[in-house]
Structures are given as C-alpha cells and as structure tokens.
C-alpha cells in the first residue's frame, strides 16, 4: 500500500478531494460526511450529516491548476448550482477553497432560525432533498474528474 493510497478518501463524499490530490499535494481537506456520528447523551449514533461540501488548501498552489478546477465546477449543470470559495488567510501562508451548495448559506440560516439541525429542518421542509443534494454532488464529481481529464495540461 503506497501513501497515497493510505490517504486517500474512501467515502463517495469525500472523492472530490481525492481527485485535488492527484492535481497536487494538499495540506488541508475536510468534508461533509452523508452519515455523521452524534452523541446522543449516552452513546454515539449515526445521524444524517449536513449539506455536502469540501474545504482544501494545497501546499503548492498553482494559478493554472486552479483556473482549470474553477472552469470544472462552473461548467457543472445539475440539479444544483455548485460554488467555489476562496478565503484567503491573512496572516498565514495559502488559500482556504470551499466547494459548497450556493443555497448552504439560506438553509443553514433557516435550519438555524428553526432552531434544528439541518438534516431535521430539510426533511420537514424539503424531504429527500438532502439525499438529491448528496447524489448532485456525486454527479459535480464525476463532472469535474471528466472535464479536468478532458483538458490536462
């Protein structure tokens, strides 16, 4: 087993940013898992997780590789409109990206006005839209991974 193949991540969600560490080495990722782990107050349970999203930053940045990666998930017509976000870190070296639902801000908000989990409050205003989220995200994946084949440099 190489490094890589340690690293690499095995949840569907999560393949978005496997596909960034084949363009280049990251130093940062994380995910939104479908299935999270809540503490119930006696032991943990699997819960629906929230929207799906991935955060990264890598090590070595490189304007072409990004412009490519930007015009891959723009490029993307599915059932949602999906966003890349930079946050540029003041103090610190690099980038923080976020690929993200361009609603995730609105029903946050409205989960967190309900005083719910997003989950809960998606499934009272919205059932199944959480699955349809999970299965659009897949297809921004499969999507960027095309496009990003397509036009190599």
């Not at 080495?25 to 479908?34: E, I, M, Q």
């Not at 930007?70 to 966003?83: C, D, I, K, M």
């Not at 946050?108 to 309900?114: G, H, I, W, Y």
Request: net charge negative; proline share 4%.
């Amino acid at each position: 087993m190489t490094d890589s193949d340690a690293s690499r991540i095995k949840h569907p969600e999560g393949e978005l940013l496997n596909i960034l560490e084949e363009l280049g080495a990251l130093a940062w990722r994380r995910y939104s898992p479908r299935i999270a782990q809540t503490w119930n107050g006696r032991k943990c349970v699997d819960t629906p997780g929230d929207l799906p999203w991935v955060g990264f930053r890598f090590a070595q940045e490189d304007d072409a590789t990004m412009k490519r990666f930007e015009a891959a998930v723009s490029s993307y017509e599915g059932l949602e409109r999906w966003l890349l976000i930079s946050h540029v870190r003041e103090s610190l070296i690099g980038t923080n990206w976020m690929i993200c639902l361009e609603r995730s801000g609105l029903i946050n908000r409205q989960a967190s006005n309900a005083n719910l989990p997003v989950w809960q409050y998606l499934e009272r205003v919205d059932p199944g839209y959480l699955d349809l989220a999970y299965e659009d995200f897949n297809g921004l994946t499969i999507h960027v991974r095309t496009s990003l084949d397509r036009h190599k440099l």
